[in-house]
């Protein structure tokens, strides 16, 4: 019986979440519950938590995420279902202490407004009132019945009320309460989309760029099978942020501010952006949370607006040293002034691979600064830039322990082989990188041999990885495969191991793979 007691929680704690998020997509999408609930939980996980769930689950981590706050949910809200089957009281207020907890992660997140907590409040009572009438639909109104002594001397308790409906209708009527709760969500989520306006532009509305650079050349992809693609597939770019739901500001509404500690604040539209003269760069991008030989690199070609000509137009005031960067949802990334206006080519994304930004990469526009780690120079779905101190001002992750400046590692990676392979000729190839320092030569050591120069796939420029390969007369065994990269100017990568906090992680790639005979 205490199976369907809870049955009867976890149904109705759905149709309250659902009925939240409804209400959610018609005030604050950022205040839908489960939405809310899961940035509140990211912020508050400890870095070596979330560097665990990323190693372990790449980009499905929020996914992940989210799964385990629909279990934690499901166990205490079919919890609250048991305490009803015996008492009301004691079940309401595990709901109303839920539905606390949901409105206090709502309000508490960045550029929060009274209104969000509205969805939290609507999501305890609407799974109130349901886990109420379920119950007297399931077990009959509460009537009042002895009690029963636990033991001769022992306190007494209520008696838990039998099922009065057969199982069958019990069955229809939950099937009933989760397909309103499916109906709700679908009609929150359809209009959370449509409040965000479709997301991306059009690609018509991207303009021409008025010098563009020579077309990226053939990779070795086309000769060395296993090896990376010179230019990474938009829908191939690795995702690694902060948002459990993807933003989507409205590109009609959307504005970008420069401001701080400038002579000149002012802001933009996106059009205003459209309207600037737009550069096209080929760019690596990796992130800080990339292990040694991992996958979070990818590089494309970025179409956007220089930051140095806006910066220069905002006139930063003496003193000032860095530049923190605000995403719609809260989140910011310090990056130091003197590298925006180095003469790199950071800029304000509005495209990549020769189309509009899609919402998953930052729409509609994201910082993107060569040489440095995404945490600190590449801001998705940005909002402000605030011209300001790293005295003054600490970013997202450096108040959870990780570096407030953080240039790329030179790195190489080892694409192939892997696993088993057959004697004989066998390509070892990958890619290296050294942003904003490009890279000069690639050595590959087979077991304890000599370290053997790798041939070079074709040079993008100082902001772009470098393919690599090496033909190897591959003998029989278990046999063990290191890379290294230097850059342009003959600094080697570091040998040294070190995890990827606080600014990103060192060692050599190493590769074990078996050859049969």
Known sequence: MDRVAALVGVTSAGLGIAAGHLVAALTSPAASP??????????????????????????????????????????????????????????????????????????????????FAIPGLVTALVGGVALVVQLRWAYGPRRSTPAVRVAATGPERSTPRPLTID??????????????AGALGWAGS?????????????????PPVASPPPAVPAGLETTVPGVTPLVTAVGDFYRVDTALS????????????????????????????????????????????????????GSTRWTGVLVADLLRRADP??????????????????????????????????????????????????????????????????SDLRVTTFAADTAYWTARGWAPQAPVKT???????????????????????????????????????????????????????????????AAPGRHTLRARAYDAAGQVQTADVADVLPDGATGYPVVEVTVRG
Not at 167 to 180: C, I, M, N, Q
Not at 191 to 203: C, H
Not at 280 to 292: M, Q
Not at 330 to 346: C, E, H, K, M, Q
Request: aromatic share 6%; charged share 15%.
């Open 411 to 473: 790195a190489a990676r080892i694409d192939t082989p892997t696993g088993t392979v057959p004697a004989g000729p066998v390509p070892i190839a990958g890619v290296a990188w050294a942003t904003h320092r490009g890279i000069g030569r690639i050595e590959v050591q087979v077991d304890d041999g000599p370290w053997q120069p790798a041939m070079l796939g074709p040079d993008v420029g100082l902001d772009y990885w470098r393919q690599w390969h090496l033909t190897w007369q």
């Open 190 to 206: 359809r209009l959370a989309a449509g409040r965000g306006a479709g997301g991306p532009l059009p690609a018509a509305t991207l």
């Open 34 to 115: 489960l939405v809310a609930l899961g940035g509140a939980v990211i912020d508050l996980t400890p870095t070596a938590a979330r560097e665990f769930a990323i190693r372990t689950f790449g980009s499905a981590d929020k996914v992940m995420l989210t799964v385990v706050i629909a279990l934690v949910a499901a166990a205490l809200t079919g919890a609250a279902g048991v305490l009803g089957r015996r008492s009301l009281g004691p079940a309401l207020a595990l709901v109303g202490a839920l539905g606390a907890v949901l409105i206090l992660a709502a309000v508490t997140r960045p550029g929060a407004q009274p209104s």
């Open 246 to 297: 993807i933003p989507r500001p409205d590109p009609a509404t959307w504005r970008l501010t420069i401001g701080g500690r400038v002579a000149h604040p002012y802001t933009l539209t996106l059009a205003d952006l459209l309207a600037m003269p737009l550069v096209e760069r080929d760019i690596t991008l990796t992130c800080v949370s990339n292990p040694v030989g991992g996958p979070y690199c």
């Open 167 to 180: 199982r069958r209708t019990l069955f229809l009527e939950s099937a009933g309460v989760v397909a309103a």
């Open 317 to 382: 005031e003496p003193g000032a040293d860095m530049v923190l960067s605000r995403s719609v949802d809260g989140f910011t990334a310090s990056t130091p002034l003197a590298v925006l206006l180095d003469g790199r080519d950071a800029m304000i994304a509005l495209g990549m691979d020769g189309r509009p930004l899609t919402a998953t990469h930052g729409a509609p526009a994201r910082l993107l600064t060569p040489g440095l780690y995404g945490y600190v120079g590449a801001t998705k779905w940005l």
